[in-house]
């Protein structure tokens, strides 16, 4: 798979020099997902299965229509589905197609300590390599949406790939294709972006004063984007309100990794230059007395 | 020369077993640490051998310490002076020869050393034992996982930063590391170093 846009690497996990990246004229790609058009049929999730050669393990209904009930190493996208009063006695039944979110600035990205594990391609695409992975579990702290999944079988991560193998040949993603009410739409962020911003403006129309585009900034915008009924409580579907990657995750992985090595380091060179200097702690014999 | 016993051959062993843990753990971790040091992941057969071995490791070092703590604790208490002693250990260091308080069998330099080690190891372990893959991180929340990396390294570098000073110490101390090696040290380095030990040690006989 990496080996189709080996040549638009943007960032790579574990890595201090640039990735191959000659290759920059691919546009910023985004997939819309408009749940004011959804119907709840699970479509994508059986294309993403067929697309992706994955078949989930058959598990348990919990109750409602989540099935499976979560994302999981072998099921990228799921339908979940929320009974919510946005106002008292006015019951909605919101229904959102969960998985991996492609932010621009990619927080497992940051946090994978494996060269070459996760990448960003130029088009925006976050992938896990899965080859690369070590099976560490650091993407799962540094993702602000609990997308990563990590298999009990072989210990490696999985997410939704966007389908980069699909568009790296000209096709949009197999969800996309598959959708049978147009609710979920592929294209340059610029369009989807105008075009999110274009339904959220109908549906304000249509009485849903707080309709909006989900495009958060805190993680530099993402490459799966929602049209929200009510986009000024995205919690309302178990989405954070103003998603970063985890100040701690930043912390770690920013500002402390140089600092560290600087100071192990340092204490290695102190010791050198003090013997250098001072000369060893002994005593000294009548000799060397001067 | 005339010879004092300082560490029995139990804990010289157990000290050993911690030196080399502490090394395979320092290394395999530094290795996820920053991608500078990721080379040395093939020192443990790649990335995930890494991965899975450096828990293992980090247990053993743990297990191989508390004994060690065991031995040391009682003489790694502050006493009256150590604090003098502390105020005194840059001149000590600059190599001018102060006169420095009695030393017992460890110094306040190797007291505070003892209780870094000591907090170090059992923040490790307990943020180490939250992260491990697959058995236990899995059912821990999120929130405190991303507290634990923070810690471990913390902890990881402060471990690491005091072990070098601690190491080097016993190079420019010179006549200290056959204390750990064979046992025992000579009465002239026990009698300049640790001349409160010196005396405990040799009160009665001649």
Known sequence: MSSLQSLDVTARSATTTPSPQVRTNAPQLAKLIDESKCIGCKACQVACMNWNDLRDEVGSNIGVYDNPSD??????????????????????????????MHCDDPGCLKACPAPGAIVKYSNGIVDFISENCIGCGYCVKGCPFDVPRISQKDNKAYKCTLCSDRVGVGLEPACVKTCPTGAISFGTKEDMVSYGNKRAGELKE??????????PAGVGGTHVMYVLKHADRPELEDLPKDPTVSP??????????PLALAGMLAAVAAGFFHYMKVGPHEEKSEEEKV | MKVIRRYSDGERMTHWVVAITFVLAGLSGLAFFHPSMFFFSYLFGGGPWTKILHPFIG???????????????RDNLMQPGDAEWRAKARDLLMGKHPQMPEAGKFNAGQKMLFWVLVICMAVLLATGVLLWRPWIAPFV????????VLLHAVAAVLLIVSVIGHIYMAIWTKGSIRAMTRGTVPEGWAKMHHPAWYRQMTQGKS
């Open chain 1, 206 to 215: 249509r009485g849903f004063q707080n309709a909006g585009l989900y495009n």
């Open chain 1, 71 to 100: 994302l999981t190493p072998t099921s990228w996208t799921v339908m979940k589905f929320f009974e919510v009063e946005p106002k008292d006695g006015n019951l909605e039944w919101l229904i959102r197609k969960d998985g991996c």
């Open chain 2, 141 to 148: 929340p999120i929130v405190l996982l991303r507290v634990a």
């Open chain 1, 248 to 257: 701690l995750v930043s912390l770690w992985k920013g500002v402390a990794k």
């Open chain 2, 59 to 73: 247990l053993v070092m743990f297990f191989a310490f508390i004994l060690m703590a065991v031995h040391h604790w």
